[in-house]
């Protein structure tokens, strides 16, 4: 009898996952299914539409992450039709990008992780969750709000929105920051670098106590895409960088990006298995998101990231492969987004309302523009006719470039749990909430 | 006692989760009073769980999201058999939002373009995924269309600050209501009015005998009617069938009149003050937003719309009666306001120049962007997000809080804005300069417009 562990849905993460595990007699891992169960077909949709308008559609891919879902396809379009934006514009495109990211990380870090390693993975699982946590660790809870909040307060403030930004356009930003309103950022801005650091302490310390777990579980080599610009890690322009399993940095264009990316549709997923082309499928699997970046990038491109990244580099080394490594390399990047934030408040360029060029004309062609959002690269590649109109997009969207990574180091881990009863030698530490 | 909520996500994208979630530090006073049974993104239960609760079980059940998958029309159901109170908690659930421009094209065209034909596939004969995956639906179908609705809560997302309110509103909805409401006496039990001289028989209309007592200071012990703020009374007082027979007499409703039953139905039964989401169990807001879907029935030769909105039949009847009289009364004006209502910018009553598209020059902030040239949708669009998008971000409104009470078609109201404001113009110029009605005028309601979905292009024999 082949035994079918099914988890339906995979719980705190946003979106539609179940997973599938066949065990066979032998107790031996026969197959491991990541189903993504919903698509929506953007990449359809937008075709047709007003190509500067596709950015006022298709943030709605993700509630989460929709600041880069707003300014990528605004990237791809600039592209296509030729156009150069003002350098306040760029900054404030780098400013929104690095608050979303901030309170990203801290959400998942705190609302979507800790839950797993405050309360220990075999906590009650009606318990083990971000409200229980506000709850019994109240003070590091509204630190953790208070991050988040002024992530998405600074995310508004430039965008408009929040959820769904709208003030990205074609050209540049229809508007820059208000100085009063930089202001109110600037007076808090050194209460978020100590919360920040106090961050960074918590997770070192789930380092440190679940160090057996980051060293045995789950480590997984997969290749890796990332973006960097010149080798630093950026989330806001660079060019893809592939690393091999072994720690080989291979760069390509974006605009080349078919190069190096392949897709491949699995028989039981809406969300498709990427792979790196020349290495073929399922051996080019590659993993996207935070442990990708930092895999990627020879150095930070702040100094007190930089530093953290060392430290993990003289730890797990420099290409680590260990999935729970995901968490410290968030973090690390968390300190990256407040650094660039502090330094892009103080710039003037922020408040200088020369923010969009007016010499934008619609021109036939295809455009790419690529980004790096919270949990993985996101890439437009988008067709414009000669009037604007978009005549067919490809949206290479960030979790999606993860699926088969996933789904990969699922398989790696069961065979792990229920082959090799790996979790049974495992030194778990003494849960912070009991 | 906490109360049992459930959060669902059909297909969506959880920005109206996360606007919730917006609230931050505000959550803290919130989260205590809620029992969160269901939410696969923060909490660990399995959809297992939701399924083996009692039918009815859960009070309230915000649903995010439309019907793209077939998963999702099952979701939406099992959400409508669990939970007592069903909200659809954005403009996907209310509208079909962007995701409802899939409708402009065939189910097979969409699965063809993502899964066989975009540039990066490379398998030889790639095919649609079946096994452990749903199926999807022909096209985007709104929740309203697949189960009763009792809460529309509009916008993509709804604000923060308008979600807070819905679930405060709801909040109180299900409790307790204040210590000293009593629903076994009647206003008129107490009222110092009775002996002296009742409002009623100076031709007065107050509602004192419908409602509850527990009021600080009673209206009629001013000499001002009672309008039902306390909600109704399961005991009428002495002059329930005397008022009752005032408003059976009433043919044509006079101004004071509109404005008295308006006023009470407003106060008895309505979402008092929160105006930024429509509550179906509010029947004045029905009657503004979906007047066709009354039924008219006859009680005692009399005319009256058939509501039991409390199940006290004399009750009821009153109600039934006065949204009758106010249905075809031309005084009726539910205040449902537009974008433009919270625009800082100086009106436009024209549009004088060429419409320009949105990466053309830079508009001002001072100036309605329909006077600039710029497609905005904020004169057919409900009001209650505070106009962010122009007032904050110097960009037209897009429309997602979708359109005011009374509006059936957005799109098709604004065509007939623009028509009026352009009206100097050649009809066939501007034809030309829009490109894309459809995404630009119904980009938030295409699921729910008149437009529908796309059939198949030959229409032969079906």
């Known amino acids: 009898m082949v035994k079918e562990i099914v988890v339906e849905p995979v719980t705190r993460l946003e979106g539609h996952g179940g997973l599938h595990i066949k065990i066979g007699d032998d107790g031996k891992v026969q197959d491991v299914q990541f189903n993504i169960t919903s698509t929506r077909f953007f990449e359809k949709f937008v075709e047709g539409r007003y190509c500067e308008h596709i950015p006022r559609i298709t943030p709605r891919i993700c509630g989460i992450c929709p600041i880069p879902h707003h300014i990528t396809p605004t990237k791809a379009v600039e592209d296509a039709w030729g156009v150069q934006i003002p350098t306040p514009a760029y900054k404030l495109r780098q400013l929104i990008m690095n608050a979303k990211q901030y309170s990203s990380h801290v959400l998942h870090f705190y609302a979507l992780a800790a839950p797993d390693f405050l309360l220990g993975p075999m906590a009650d699982p009606a318990l083990r969750n971000v409200v229980y946590v506000i709850n019994k660790m109240p003070d590091v809870g509204a630190m953790a709000l208070k991050m988040m909040d002024f992530g998405q307060k600074l995310c508004a403030a430039i965008g408009g929105k929040s959820v769904h930004p709208i003030s990205a356009i074609v050209g540049g930003m229809k508007k820059s920051l208000d100085e009063d309103v930089r202001d109110k950022f600037l007076k808090v801005i050194d209460e978020q670098i100590e919360f920040t650091k106090k961050t960074v302490d918590i997770a070192l310390k789930v380092v440190d106590d679940y160090f057996d777990v980051i060293a045995n579980v789950g480590v997984v080599p997969t290749y890796y895409f990332g973006m960097t610009k010149n080798g630093v890690h950026d989330i806001y322009d660079g060019d893809i960088r592939i690393v091999t399993p072994d720690g080989q940095k291979i760069d390509y264009d974006y605009h080349n990006y078919l190069e190096a990316l392949g897709e491949h549709i699995p028989d039981h997923s809406y969300a498709t298995h990427m792979y790196y082309k020349p290495a073929g499928y399922p051996e080019g699997i590659y993993r996207a998101n935070c442990l990708a970046m930092i895999n990627a990038a020879d150095k930070m491109a702040t100094p007190l990231a930089d530093q953290a990244l060392k430290q993990m580099r003289e730890r797990i080394g420099d290409c680590p492969h260990h999935t729970f490594a995901y968490h410290w390399a968030r973090i690390i990047e968390t300190v990256e987004a407040i650094e660039v934030i502090a330094t892009l408040l103080k710039d003037p360029d922020i408040v200088n309302p020369d923010c969009k060029t007016l010499d934008v004309e619609p021109k036939e062609g295809s455009g790419v523009g690529m980004t790096e959002a919270p949990r993985g690269t996101l890439l437009y590649n988008i067709w414009s006719d000669s009037q604007g109109i978009c005549k067919k997009a490809n949206l290479l969207v960030a979790t999606n470039h993860n699926i088969a990574g996933i789904e990969k180091t699922l398989m790696h881990v069961a065979k792990q749990v229920f082959e090799d009863k790996a979790l049974e030698g495992l030194k778990l530490p003494d849960p912070w909430i009991k | ?462």
């Open chain 2, 1 to 462: 006692m906490p109360v049992k909520v459930a959060f669902m996500q059909l297909s969506s994208c959880w920005g109206c989760h996360q606007s919730l979630l917006n609230a931050h530090l505000g959550l803290l006073p919130i989260l205590p009073e809620l029992e969160i049974v269901y939410w696969p993104a923060v909490v660990d239960f399995k959809h297992d769980s939701l399924e083996a609760r009692p039918d009815g079980d859960i009070v309230v059940g915000f649903i995010e999201g439309v019907a793209r998958t077939k998963e999702d029309t099952a979701n939406a159901k099992l959400m409508r058999k669990k939970c007592a109170i069903i909200v659809a908690l954005g403009a996907c659930a209310c509208y079909g939002s962007v995701k409802g421009l899939a409708n402009l094209f065939d189910k097979e065209e969409l699965i063809k373009r993502k899964f066989m034909e975009t540039e990066a596939i490379t398998d030889d004969n790639p095919k649609e995924p079946t096994e452990h995956v749903p199926g999807f639906e022909d096209h985007i179908i709104n929740v309203k269309d697949i189960i009763d609705v009792d809460v529309f809560v509009p916008g993509c997302p709804p604000t923060t600050e308008n979600i807070l309110a819905a679930v405060a509103y709801l909040l109180t909805v299900v409790g307790e209501g204040p210590a000293s409401l009593n629903k076994n006496a009647s206003v008129c039990d107490s009222c110092s009015l009775l002996k002296k001289g009742c409002l009623l028989d100076k031709g007065t209309l107050c509602y004192g005998a419908l409602t509850a007592v527990g009021c600080e200071e009673m209206c009629p012990n001013n000499d001002e009617p009672c309008f039902g703020c306390f909600k109704p009374t399961t005991k009428m007082g002495a002059k329930a069938d005397q008022l009752k027979g005032m408003i059976d007499s009433i043919d044509v409703l006079t101004p004071e009149q509109g404005a008295s039953l308006q006023h009470f139905l407003d106060l008895y039964l309505g979402v008092s003050n929160i105006t930024n989401f429509y509550f179906r169990g509010d029947l004045l807001q029905r009657l503004a937003y979906e007047p066709e879907s009354f039924a008219v029935k006859e009680v005692d030769g009399k005319m009256v719309l058939d509501v039991a909105p409390t199940g006290t039949k004399i009750i009821d009847e009153i109600v039934g009666k006065a949204l009758f009289l106010l249905k075809d009364d031309p005084n009726f004006k539910f205040s449902s306001k537009t974008v433009c209502s919270h625009c800082e910018r100086e009106v436009a009553d024209k549009v004088p120049v060429d419409l320009k598209r949105d990466y053309e020059g830079l508009p001002t902030m001072d100036k309605c962007f329909l006077e600039q040239g710029y497609i905005c949708l904020g004169p057919v669009t409900q009001a209650g997000c505070g106009a962010i998008c122009p007032n904050k971000a110097n960009a037209p409104c897009l429309g997602c809080y979708g359109p005011p009470a009374g509006v059936k078609d957005q799109g098709a109201k604004f065509i007939s804005t623009l028509g009026s404001l352009c009206a100097e113009k050649d009809v066939g110029e501007i034809m030309n300069a829009i490109k894309d009605p459809a995404g630009l005028f119904n980009r938030f309601t295409l699921a729910s417009s008149t437009l529908g979905y796309k059939r198949h292009d030959n229409m032969e024999g079906e």
